[in-house]
């Protein structure tokens, strides 16, 4: 392998996730031909990601050894392959190529240190690919304050200016107390590997997409865990999250397809203008708000339109399939606009306190398939305002914290499911729940049973009776 100080950048076909939904506004009503005016435009997952974003594998023979010394800058100004090992202090990769170059990095058992900059900067290139070899773990490390460089506000241990995927079968850990973990100003991709991200600021952050194919994550960050600036698909791996604000933030559209996620704790778990869930497994614990839906303001955070009530055209949660469990403080889910489960299960231990609800919208809440249980405060309590299955919400005079279970009138169970605190309010509605049929809600040794002379009994809004005993 020849040695060089020099790298390159990769290439780029990129097609944005903006699937479009259009938003429902008006209120439908409790109807048996419901259908919604929110028509899902299907993403095509061999879109988002290249071949070689998805390429593990590499020639080691056809490799460039790249060389980095303590305390200097080794700046990589040709296209082309390159490896480095080793433990560096003080020093830095640039990759400085022309932007139709394309430029991959082995990372191949190296530790890289900076005292107030990127360990890996890319300043110009058309991608480059960061891939973790095989059986190493790797260390990227800014150990003090970020400093600007060139005007240009460098603040993550890996910061690309332009299209970057990271890849890989080996180990890579990501340090700094002082900014961000991975920031790219395009659209960024991790396509595979395994990932320890240890920041005070935003774990993974992207102006553009970030598109997670598979690979393993355990992020503490101090702000938002992953967050784009536009738009977010997660696709497929094990994302592990604990955040000081939230566990994933994207400014438009979020797809979730597959995966596994859990967050451990966080201010919001879900934050976006649309969210679409079609699948994976999301368990979540927030302070506030599970998932929430609202457009992004002129800062970037999400507008807070509760107070007045009016509905925000362009907010939607969507959910296809998937299972999601959640257990918030704030309201469970919440849409400043619309809300249409087709398929999935849904389960919330929400708000103890009478200013939240396990189910919050602001526009028309509708069901049409899957399986939802919310299970929160009474004083904000909402049930869907469109279904074509049987949707239950009964608010109690007193709290409970035992196992809800529904029966139907012989006997048999419908669904159960056991709370992580204490609740006022039911909300529950599944397939199994037919009109004209009578039901039995019981938690513990209290029962209450209801008949669905319509699809949806309950409104909410109020205290409700007291089961019998």
């Known amino acids: 392998m020849k040695k060089v100080k020099v790298i390159i950048s990769v290439i780029l076909t990129v097609i944005l996730i903006s699937g479009m939904f259009a938003a429902c506004t008006s209120k439908n009503g409790n109807t048996e031909n419901a259908t919604s005016s929110v028509a899902e435009k299907k993403i095509d997952i061999n879109d988002l990601f290249t071949d070689r974003d998805?390429?593990?594998?590499?020639?080691?023979?056809?490799?460039?050894?790249?060389?980095?010394?303590?305390?200097?800058?080794?700046?990589?100004?040709?296209?082309?392959?390159?490896?480095?090992?080793?433990k560096y202090t003080d020093s830095q990769i640039v990759v400085d190529v022309e932007d139709t170059d394309k430029v991959q990095i082995v990372l191949n058992g190296v530790s890289i240190t900076n005292s107030n900059s990127a360990a890996i900067y890319v300043k110009s290139a058309d991608k480059v690919f960061i891939t973790t070899a095989k059986n190493t773990e790797n260390t990227l490390t800014t150990n003090g304050e970020f400093e600007e460089i060139?005007?240009?506000?460098?603040?993550?241990?890996?910061?690309?200016?332009?299209?970057?995927?990271?890849?890989?079968?080996?180990?890579?850990?990501?340090?700094?107390?002082?900014?961000?973990?991975?920031?790219?100003?395009?659209?960024?991709?991790?396509?595979?590997?395994?990932?320890?991200?240890?920041?005070?600021?935003?774990?993974?952050?992207?102006?553009?997409?970030?598109?997670?194919?598979?690979?393993?994550?355990?992020?503490n960050s101090g702000d938002d865990a992953i967050h784009s600036n536009a738009d977010t698909a997660i696709v497929g791996g094990t994302i592990e999250i604990s955040s000081g604000d939230d566990a994933i933030h994207t400014d438009n559209y979020l797809y979730i397809t597959d995966g596994n996620i859990k967050v451990a704790n966080c201010t919001e778990a879900i934050e976006g203008m649309q969210i679409n869930i079609s699948g994976g497994n999301i368990n979540a614990t927030s302070?506030?708000?599970?998932?929430?839906?609202?457009?992004?303001?002129?800062?970037?955070?999400?507008?807070?339109?509760?107070?007045?009530?009016?509905?925000?055209?362009?907010?939607?949660?969507?959910?296809?399939?998937?299972?999601?469990?959640?257990?918030?403080?704030?309201?469970?889910?919440?849409?400043?606009?619309?809300?249409?489960?087709?398929?999935?299960?849904?389960?919330?231990?929400?708000?103890?306190?009478?200013?939240?609800?396990?189910?919050?919208?602001?526009?028309?809440?509708?069901?049409?398939?899957?399986?939802?249980?919310?299970?929160?405060?009474?004083?904000?309590?909402?049930?869907?305002?469109?279904?074509?299955?049987?949707?239950?919400?009964v608010n109690f005079q007193n709290s409970y914290k035992e196992t809800v279970t529904v029966t139907d009138g012989e006997g048999n169970e419908v669904i159960s499911f056991t709370p992580?605190?204490?609740?006022?309010?039911?909300?529950?509605?599944?397939?199994?729940?037919?009109?004209?049929?009578?039901?039995?809600?019981?938690?513990?040794?209290?029962?209450q049973s209801v008949t669905l002379d319509d699809y949806i009994y309950g409104t909410g809004n109020g205290m409700g009776g007291e089961m019998k005993h």
């Open 287 to 393: 302070s506030d708000d599970g998932i929430n839906a609202a457009s992004p303001s002129d800062d970037g955070e999400t507008q807070n339109m509760k107070n007045d009530f009016a509905t925000d055209e362009n907010a939607l949660i969507n959910v296809t399939g998937g299972k999601i469990t959640l257990n918030t403080e704030g309201d469970g889910i919440d849409s400043n606009g619309n809300i249409t489960v087709s398929g999935g299960e849904i389960y919330v231990s929400g708000p103890t306190n009478s200013g939240n609800g396990a189910l919050d919208c602001n526009g028309t809440a509708e069901i049409t398939g899957g399986t939802v249980v919310a299970l929160g405060s009474t004083g904000m309590a909402e049930n869907f305002t469109t279904a074509t299955q049987g949707s239950i919400l």
């Open 54 to 86: 998805m390429e593990n594998e590499y020639d080691e023979s056809e490799l460039s050894v790249l060389e980095l010394n303590n305390g200097e800058t080794t700046t990589i100004t040709t296209a082309g392959d390159y490896i480095v090992s080793g």
């Open 150 to 219: 060139d005007g240009e506000d460098v603040d993550g241990v890996i910061y690309a200016k332009d299209d970057t995927t990271i890849n890989g079968t080996g180990m890579l850990n990501i340090n700094t107390e002082y900014g961000n973990g991975i920031v790219c100003n395009d659209d960024l991709k991790l396509t595979s590997g395994n990932y320890n991200i240890n920041v005070s600021d935003k774990a993974i952050k992207a102006n553009d997409s970030i598109r997670i194919a598979d690979g393993n994550y355990v992020i």
């Open 420 to 447: 992580e605190k204490n609740f006022g309010s039911v909300l529950v509605s599944c397939p199994e729940l037919k009109k004209g049929e009578t039901y039995t809600i019981t938690i513990g040794e209290n029962y």
